[in-house]
């Protein structure tokens, strides 16, 4: 595994970390605690450290499952969260960034997984309103003072949102999580050049666009009601399908996996630090770890292999 450091937090998280949201049930399947457990326990065993997860991947569901996974170890991982959403159902979820509401998810995340800190603790996917309020961030970064939080971050809803991330030293954030991927190249324009001038970490996320460039799925595939991955528009979906098979005859090297490649291709830009693909099994964290092998020495951030 390799390891960088995020941004201005002195963390050092392992290039490839895990995304969660699989496990709150809108990926068409529930979890049971062994199978966190195997999965994160596998994470381990092959390096990884970041875990990053939501208030809203399920009511706390998500972080239900990783607080029993990783209890006897909590102090070896770094434990990133999110907060503004209140989940009702699959696929509906309510805004809610009073102060005194989020100190509440803090809570109530808290106690989900199982730990009296977090390291990183997320502005989720806001409303440029919401980010704005003051007290917010003063109510946040007492928090960061009594020792429950650890560190601020943003998880900008779009990844044009220059406003939010160019603020992120102001409000006391150091680190934008983003959507990044070989068919989302957005944040490169200015999102990025915003995180290195103000020395931020930064989580790609989606690097594998919703599983698309792991190269399983063709033009016409679909996908059940219970996977979040049905709501996409059908041609729009058999668009970006094809343009991945364009990617894969024009960029990717022959006999390399492509899931692995374009894991890989997220963590080569100089701003990204990690990349949090999920996995549904113990199988696809082995694949996600093994794009490793693909990354090339020298990246800005590297600090250890």
């Known amino acids: ?9 002195g963390l050092n998280v392992s290039v490839v970390g895990v995304g969660t ?30 875990i990053d997860t939501a208030e809203c991947y399920g009511d706390h569901l998500s972080e239900s499952l990783i607080g029993p996974a990783i209890r006897s170890n909590r102090s070896e991982w770094v434990l990133a969260t999110k907060f503004g959403h209140h989940f009702h159902r ?43 309020s003051d007290t917010l961030w003063d109510a946040l970064n007492r928090q960061v003072e009594v020792g429950k939080i650890r560190h601020l971050g943003i998880s ?68 059940g009601s219970d996977d979040v991955r049905s709501r996409r528009d059908a041609d729009e979906q058999d668009r970006l399908l094809r343009e991945v098979e364009e990617i894969g005859r024009s960029e990717v090297p022959e006999g390399t996996d492509m899931a692995a490649w374009a894991l890989a291709w997220c963590l080569r830009h100089p701003a990204v630090t990690t990349v949090i693909p ?28």
Not at 1 to 9: A, D, E, I, N
Not at 96 to 104: I, L, S, T
Not at 278 to 305: F, I, M, S, T, Y
């Open 1 to 9: 595994m390799k390891y960088r450091t995020l941004g201005s937090t």
């Open 21 to 50: 949201w699989q496990f709150g049930g809108e990926w068409g399947r529930s979890y049971e605690q062994r199978e966190a457990d195997a999965i994160l326990g596998r994470a381990r065993e092959l390096g990884i450290n970041l």
């Open 90 to 132: 699959p696929f509906e979820r309510t805004d809610e960034f009073g102060p005194a509401d989020v100190v509440r998810q803090l809570e109530q995340s808290l106690r989900a997984l199982q730990t009296d800190y977090v390291d990183l603790y997320q502005f989720h996917s806001g409303p440029d309103a919401a980010f704005d």
């Open 156 to 223: 900008i809803g779009s990844n044009r949102n220059v406003h939010q991330t160019s603020r992120a030293t102001a409000v006391g954030a150091e680190a934008i999580q983003v959507v990044y991927n070989r068919l989302d190249r957005a944040p490169e324009e200015a999102v990025f050049p915003s995180c290195v001038e103000q020395r931020l970490g930064v989580l790609a996320r989606v690097p594998l666009a919703s599983g698309f460039l792991s190269g399983k799925y063709k033009p016409g595939d679909r996908f």
């Open 278 to 305: 999920g996995c549904k099994d113990v199988a696809q964290v082995e694949a996600n770890a093994a794009a490793v092998a693909l990354v090339q020495d020298g990246h800005p951030q590297d600090v250890r292999a």
